[in-house]
């Protein structure tokens, strides 16, 4: 298990520092994240070559948005794969336009 990080992203409207980007090499990587204030979303998708971007459900089966709120403490597992020559897009956002969210996280395992 690696140190827990502590990341405050800021409001929506600020237009940057409102997301971190956690895609990954392809394989599963569980994170522990703890919300201490406000709520995060986070999004998983696919590449799709046809449209030129990150639109698609991951392949994996994996949901492609997960709502976390204050106090939430859970355990998630990314299973990240390539499509279309490109590998998954995940990315962690605040889920409000006008207030700072502070979360936790630390990566718990990584499976191949």
Known sequence: MEEEKTVTL????ALHGYAVDFSQKPGKMT?????KSGEVEIHHHSYDGAAGFWC?????GDDEK?????GDDVEITFHS???DCEPDYIVV???HYGRPAV???SRVRETA
Do not use: Q
Not at 10 to 13: A, C, E, F, H, K
């Open 66 to 70: 997960k709502v976390l709120h204050t």
């Open 56 to 60: 698609l459900p991951p392949e994996s």
């Open 10 to 13: 800021r409001p929506v409207l």
């Open 31 to 35: 994170y522990r994240f703890c919300v």
């Open 93 to 95: 956002t605040n889920h």
């Open 103 to 105: 979360f936790s996280y």
């Open 81 to 83: 794969s390539i499509h």
